[in-house]
């Protein structure tokens, strides 16, 4: 079949710009599959709604149609494998023994095998979260013999592993923000940077809380006008992380809405906040959080939210846990999802509903102190340089890593003072994983594959960085498959064979690093809130920085009230792990979502972008903090804490692997 003209891809395309390798790209994927223009541009959208969110503002670059051409020749194989007598399309699997026959979940008598003790190959359930929950025997022979030095058991090179090797975008910046400051020139001699983990607790290496909520441990809105708090009953128990009690979820909603009208009265100076769903002739301030009445706590929305189906949910002592519903029609501007919790003004004249005239900011956290406990000065702040990277950190169609060693190649050559490297590294969501391609343990995969990688890593940056890895749900290496989740324990990282001198830490988590605050998590929460917000003119329009502004202003990591089905557990009885302790100055939200850098509110937000990208290469983030007299600034921007923010001296640098 002939392949389509320029115009007429162009015209299916519509508004979208096609690069001569891009419009070569159309041209081979309809020689090669028999499409025609239209229905290549339909195989392009299913992409969009599959991999990038639905964004029809997604360029149709190269390397996304490569992704396209994978997905078709993962639809051609499939073809092909159902053939009589055709083997086409199985991709070879990864054994230790290649002449042993190999059960995947498509084989009935490898799931008889697997149901009775002792009978032969291992399913593929078997390579979930087993390794370090039965011990590390298992692992510690995977390093006798798999060493970075014997032969590789994995397969041969794929075709996109091959395209990828020969790319041509490596090193092209895809984003920058304060591009106008100077390189950064590290201070000599090098200093190792003052790194200090603000959530951190007793309980939080390798094990959390196990009391009623660990919200009894930091004044809880109830308690907090009656006296003080008091600690958690057992902390040094292990979570329990399938077990939750019944109530916990609507006890942690109360007390966030209830910590957030405290602020707020005092933000304002409002003596006594209204009832909204009592009636009103004046115009009343309530504190309540948002709800979906097309959805319920703990199950998937039945539809998305809308300016129609808005309520107010109240908490116990504001309004005994009532709703009220929102009229928001003569509200000018606002941006609001299920679970956030906002302070209304307006006026409740029939008691049935509530009109809204206005959203009131919500007061921010202050930032933190880290000198005398009476309120001494800030730490002061001092330059450094970061590397932040997310997973997967290999394509989707091998488990060879390319992208992370070529990660590895980006950090060593920058020599940063910090390298952040967000999880998942086995990704329960891998192809080959979820299609039992493997028989590997996750443990013996990331100790052959990831912590030579790691290795190279310790040894080429500077002797005084700090590297730290932050698990992710998705991390089949380590035991906890919820959020919040612990650092891997320094057993954990030695079992994974991961070299001295690489720590781990919490998800989320919250460090103080030369006197800036940090906050990091890799769960893909903007993913889940782009499917949820409502807006109109909101004051913040560049949608993606708006959503992780989102988190700073409700201080929590997951605000989101219902999370999709498919996503791993929200643990609401530790939910004092996933608030905000303090409003960061930078904040990492890695997400599927476009890469960005911005500066809101003298809070920078990144988006370092995923590691690799289906069948291609992604992105990571550069960061720098330059010394402050090095660039004039229009001077201290939080007076009210004696502090300068450096968001004017932070650049942000989205650098394509």
Excluded at 13 to 38: H, N, R, V
Aim: glycine share 8%.
């Amino acid at each position: 079949m002939s392949a389509p003209t320029a115009a007429q891809l162009q015209r299916e395309f519509g508004s979208a710009k096609l690069e001569p390798d891009a419009l070569a790209e159309c041209q081979s994927l309809c020689q090669a599959f028999g499409l025609t223009a239209s229905e290549l541009f339909i195989r392009w959208q299913t992409l969009l709604i599959n991999r990038h969110g639905g964004d029809v503002g997604t360029q149709p670059t190269r390397d996304r149609l490569l992704e396209v051409r994978g997905m078709l020749q993962q639809e051609s194989d499939r073809r092909a494998s159902q053939r009589p007598g055709s083997q086409a399309g199985h991709a070879p699997k990864l054994s230790r023994n290649k002449d042993r026959a190999h059960y995947d979940k498509n084989s009935v008598d490898g799931l008889l095998r697997g149901m009775v003790p002792g009978g032969g190959e291992k399913t593929p359930q078997s390579a979930k979260r087993v390794g370090l929950l039965r011990g590390g025997a298992s692992v510690a022979q995977g390093r006798t013999m798999f060493s970075p030095a014997s032969p590789s058991v994995f397969a041969e090179p794929s075709p996109s592993a091959i395209r990828y090797s020969s790319r041509a975008n490596t090193g092209r910046t895809e984003d920058v923000l304060h591009a106008e400051l100077p390189p950064f020139v590290p201070q000599e001699p090098r200093q190792a940077p003052s790194v200090r983990d603000i959530c951190a607790g007793p309980d939080q290496a390798g094990s959390l809380s196990t009391g009623e909520s660990d919200d009894d441990s930091d004044a809880a809105a109830g308690q907090a006008m009656a006296g003080p708090a008091t600690a958690p009953r057992h902390p040094s128990r292990r979570m329990r992380y399938m077990f939750e009690r019944a109530g916990a979820r609507a006890e942690t909603a109360n007390r966030r809405i209830e910590r957030m009208a405290i602020d707020v009265k005092a933000e304002y100076g409002i003596e006594a906040l209204a009832n909204p769903t009592y009636p009103h002739q004046d115009t009343v301030t309530a504190v309540g959080r948002i709800a979906n009445i097309n959805t319920s706590e703990g199950l998937a929305a039945a539809a998305p939210i809308s300016s129609d189906t808005l309520f107010l949910e109240t908490s116990r002592r504001l309004g005994n846990g009532r709703r009220i519903a929102l009229d928001v029609r003569s509200t000018p501007s606002f941006s609001l999802f299920p679970g956030q919790i906002v302070a209304v003004e307006g006026k409740n004249l029939k008691g049935a509903e509530f009109s809204v005239t206005q959203f009131r900011p919500l007061p921010r956290l202050r930032h933190p102190r880290t000198g005398d406990s009476d309120g001494g000065s800030a730490d002061p702040v001092e330059p450094f340089s970061a590397v932040i990277a997310s997973g997967p950190y290999t394509l989707s169609d091998n488990l060879e890593y390319e992208p992370l060693r070529d990660l590895v190649d980006h950090a060593i050559a920058a020599g940063p003072d910090l390298v952040l490297l967000l999880g998942p590294f086995v990704c329960e969501n891998h192809p080959m994983v979820k299609d039992g391609q493997i028989d590997l343990l996750p443990e013996e995969i990331f100790s052959v594959k990831i912590s030579p990688h790691l290795a190279r890593l310790r040894e080429g940056v500077p002797q005084s960085a700090a590297v730290f890895l932050v698990p992710s749900p998705d991390e089949l290496c380590h035991p906890y498959a919820s959020f919040p989740q612990p650092p891997l324990g320094r057993d954990q990282l030695s079992q994974l064979g991961v070299p001295d001198g690489v720590g781990s830490l919490g998800n989320p988590a919250q460090i103080v690093i030369n006197g800036v605050t940090l906050a990091v998590s890799s769960v893909d929460v903007l993913f889940h809130l782009v499917k949820e917000e409502v807006s109109r003119l909101p004051a913040l329009s560049d949608r993606l920085p708006r959503l992780a502004w989102h988190l700073v202003e409700q201080r929590h990591f997951y605000p989101l009230a219902t999370p999709p089905a498919d996503f791993a557990g929200i643990l609401a009885s530790h939910d004092g792990k996933l608030r905000m302790q303090a409003t960061p100055d930078v904040l990492i939200a890695p997400s599927q979502l476009r890469q960005f850098a911005r500066a809101h509110d003298n809070v920078v937000v990144v988006n370092p972008g995923h590691s690799s990208k289906g069948l291609s290469g992604g992105t990571f983030a550069k960061l720098a903090v330059h010394a402050p007299g090095s660039v004039e600034t229009p001077g201290p921007m939080l007076g009210d804490s004696g502090r300068l923010f450096p968001a004017e001296l932070t650049s942000v640098e989205i650098v394509r692997i």
